[in-house]
């Protein structure tokens, strides 16, 4: 009777279908799990997860495979160490043999193993010898031979020879010989010497000679000397950068703040530096972000993305703020302290997707750190 599902590749009828379903959590590539054949070998006979869920939060995958009856164990693993359920998304697995469901879950820590199928088969008996007696000889003797002898020789003679002998070889040698040489002598040669040669000399020469040469010099050059020397040139380069500044302002390197959340400089100086505490992106793929996720209220608002990779998808590695301004395109320091209402400006090192045109940094500037809505 129908049950409603279709099988579009049975397995022979000596095998077993194995089919594992998941569906992701907000981490997807933190998941990886693999079936192993318990009988003997302890070979993965199928695995999926990590890169293959790549940018697939959330989603079913499907996986199956044809295998003996056996003794089999599946094992998920999670790489954060909380599952795939339920506090980072509703992910879930089922496995199901010969299409009855032996294992699900989703709620674990790291790591969980399922056992599920029949006891491994023993080792089958040699076939034992066979139990009959050969089959006897046969007593009956073996039937005559043809008893007609062979047909006796033909009795008709060969055929004889021809009695014609060959035709006779001609008895006259051919009486045609080569035509006699012509007696026409050859034509006599042309008469006509050639023609004389031109006896028309050249035109006379022309006689015009070229036209006599200008008689008027050139104008005399301007006797108008300059009214003045050339502005001499500067007689030191020109400097980017003020001649002067606060010699206390020191640049300063940031330190975590546990109260913000997020990098801070505890002193004011000419500059305000994260260095390598933003490098990485929340907990991306090979580059966990130290303090991750680095937003002011200590991450209740603006949390990182963790989908991904590190250095190959989007992510901020360090922002540096500086006193000054940009120049004719040209960020420069003034040596100065940072103070409110003075000029500064903000460099930023960061990675972006592909060619970065589809990316876009925003900068903000808060009057209050510890509000900045």
Known sequence: EPTGE????PCPDSLTRIEVDIITDNY???TTWTV?????SNEVILSGGGNSYANSPNSPFSQNICAAEGEYEFTINDTYGDGICCSVGSGSYAVKYGGVEVAS???????????FGSTCPSPSDPTPPPTMPPTASPTASPTAGNTPPPTSSPTNPPTTPPTNPPTAPPT????NTPTASPTNPPTVPPTNIPTAPPT?????????SPTESPTNPPTAPSTTPPTAPQTPAPTAPVTP????GDADAVAQEAAFDSGYGAPRCANVGSSCDSLALLNGRGIITNGNEPNHSNTNKNGAVCNDGNSGTYQYDESIEQITVTAGDIISGTPVPSGDFIVEGGRAFV????????TGSSDTADIYITSDASSPD
């Open 200 to 208: 028309n000399l050249p035109t006379t020469p022309t006689t015009n």
């Open 105 to 115: 879950g989703g709620q674990f820590s790291s790591t969980e193993t399922k056992s």
């Open 172 to 175: 006259v040698p051919p009486t």
């Open 347 to 354: 460099t930023v090192d960061l990675w972006c997707w592909n």
């Open 241 to 244: 950068t003020p001649t002067s």
């Open 6 to 9: 279709c099988e579009f590749n």
């Open 36 to 40: 192993t054949d318990k009988c003997g």
């Open 28 to 30: 997807p590539t933190e």
